[in-house]
């Protein structure tokens, strides 16, 4: 049998719902507010993928561990993919001006262009783009 997921929703721990929620909007994406309360907010990332943000608190009642630090360490990169160059520039570009951190070097390796910054909350994200046409057999 091979697993197939219907839905992605991958949780991060934030310290200002609201204040991500105004970063992520002026990036240009989306939360549906049926999933969405006073502490929680799902961003909507594509068809059937989602980041449900959810104050400190919250997120420790679905976990036993500690958060990590993210000033000083990384759990996860979320990378999404979108469909040109000119993409990655705006949403990017958006989110430094609306207070993101710079994370890594912009990477331009001919078939995939990507650019990388951490949030309000340092969680790092990839916005990537790949060209398929361009990638060799």
Known sequence: MVVKAENIFVNLPV???KKSVQFFQAIGFNFNEQFSD?????????ENLFAMIM???RFKGFTKKEIPNTETSAQAIVAIGVNSKEMVDDIVDKAMVNGAFVYNETQDLGFMYGRSF???DKHLWEVVYMDPS???Q
Not at 38 to 46: H, K, P, S
Request: hydrophobic share 40%; charged share 35%; aromatic share 0%.
């Open 134 to 136: 361009n990638i060799e």
């Open 38 to 46: 006073e502490q929680t907010a799902c961003l909507v990332l594509g």
């Open 15 to 17: 310290k200002d719902v």
């Open 118 to 120: 951490q949030d309000l």
């Open 55 to 57: 104050m400190e608190e």
